[in-house]
């Protein structure tokens, strides 16, 4: 009675701790999903800012460009007549009048207005009145009928001795015609605040957009991630609980026949080995109760390997030790490595013990190995139990059928514990079976490599 309350306490702590493991496996999707996410986002958010700058920009230098056009449109060119061949007095001040209210604006740093001949006609900077510059091919293009240009850059040319010092300027060209009908040419510098605002202004205005649209997907998306997480832990747990049951089902089968085997063939063969004698016509090295003894330590030997009861941590050294002890017997010099104390549940440590028991049977039997290590450690974050032999070792093609079936055994004692299994071999190198079990949670699958 105290034991079957023992096993049942055990489930449930078992089941309780695969519960607090896949709610730690939820949270760790979700936390992984939203720093994918956020991730993603700012992926999308860098280009999308130069983006949004170089549209702000292009808006802001068309708006410049609109601003020229009516100053020279409306403001200079009624004023300026007919145009003379040095610039006339009273119409620069007349234009410096109109000007001004244009200019108190900080962010005019100058306006020129010049001739199609290259001289200029008019500047803020009275110094720069009747000087002639060679007018470039794209200005008269500009002059023929072309649309206006704008530009942020240095202004270093000869003709901007009077902005070389002001950094990047926002240079515009418009053409428009004096009240006489002579094309003209005009030329405003402004501050690059009057690109720079709107760029900045553009792209905070659009970051709370991007944010919420952001929020919104992540949070549209997270829903149904939830559930889907949700679903994947219940069909684990599901198939888990099948796996978990073919296991136990096997176990229990594998103890039906090892008591069979014991209580009733292996006890009649012993009966029968003690009253036989040996037999004149079998020869007189052939003893009837020898065979009978030799096939009843066979039959023991498979008994032994068909039952298997659950082995707990404090046990499992003494079980790992006992299987040491059998390959030892084999001829195979055998050393085993455990590290103390071992901090696994029922489930883990009979695990431990399948797979090692698993592996020490396979090397005895089929390796022909000399030398064999047995080591269960703790390293990092992780507890490792690896079985390594020299023996003949195998390729993916010279697995047999009870190969396959033994691997597969030992990869469903593994998944049932939550653990991974690595199996590595090479012909005449020898074998190495590994599995380990994290510190805390479980690996999500397993592998199996040769």
């Known amino acids: 009675m105290r034991g079957s309350v023992d096993r049942t306490k055990a489930k449930a702590d078992t089941s309780t701790g695969t519960l607090v493991e896949e709610g730690s496996a939820v949270r760790s999707a979700i936390v992984k999903f939203l720093a994918t996410g956020l991730v993603v986002l700012a992926v999308v958010a860098i280009p999308f800012s130069f983006w949004v700058r170089a549209v702000s920009r292009d808006l802001a230098l068309e708006d410049a460009v609109e601003l020229t056009q009516r100053l020279a449109d409306y403001v200079i060119s009624p004023v300026v007549g007919v145009v003379p061949e040095e610039p006339d007095p009273e119409v620069l001040s007349r234009i410096d009048t109109r000007l001004a209210p244009w200019l108190a604006d900080e962010s005019i740093v100058r306006i020129k207005v010049w001739s199609a001949e290259g001289t200029i006609l008019y500047s803020d900077r009275s110094e720069l009145a009747g000087s002639r510059f060679e007018l470039e091919p794209w200005a008269r293009e500009l002059l023929a009928g072309g649309p206006g240009v704008a530009t942020v850059e240095v202004q270093e040319e000869e003709e901007n001795q009077f902005e070389s010092g002001d950094g990047e300027l926002v240079e515009v060209y418009v053409a428009s015609r004096s009240a006489g009908g002579v094309p003209l040419l005009f030329e405003v510098y402004f501050d690059d605040a009057v690109v720079r605002g709107p760029e900045n202004q553009f792209l905070l205005g659009m970051i709370p957009v991007l944010l919420v649209a952001g929020a919104v997907l992540q949070g549209g998306q997270l829903i149904p991630g939830i559930r889907l997480a949700r679903q994947v832990q219940k069909h684990q ?214």
């Open 237 to 450: 747990r599901e198939r888990r609980a099948i796996l978990q049951q073919a296991i136990d089902a096997g176990e229990r089968e594998r103890m039906r026949l090892a008591a069979a085997l014991h209580d009733d063939i292996i006890q009649d063969l012993a009966g029968l080995a003690y009253v036989l004698e040996p037999l004149p016509e079998l020869g007189p090295n052939i003893a009837p109760g020898a065979v009978l003894q030799d096939t009843i330590g066979k039959l023991r030997g498979i008994t032994a390997e068909l039952y298997s009861s659950s082995v707990t941590a404090d046990e499992l050294p003494r079980a790992l030790g006992i299987l040491a002890e059998r390959a030892r017997s084999q001829g195979i010099r055998t050393i085993v490595q455990i590290d103390q104390p071992l901090p696994f549940d029922d489930r883990q440590s009979t695990m431990f013990h399948r797979i090692a028991r698993e592996s020490v049977l396979n090397a005895i039997k089929h390796s022909e190995a000399k030398n064999m290590e047995l080591h269960l450690m703790r390293l990092g974050r992780s507890w490792d139990l690896n079985v390594s032999d020299d023996g003949v070792g195998f390729g993916s093609s010279d697995r047999s059928e009870s190969d396959h079936f033994g691997l597969r055994l030992m990869a469903d004692f593994a998944e049932t514990a939550g653990a991974r299994l690595e199996i590595s071999s090479t012909l005449d190198k020898g074998t190495s079976i590994r599995v380990r079990v994290p510190t805390n949670g479980s690996f999500a699958n397993r592998s199996v490599d040769a």
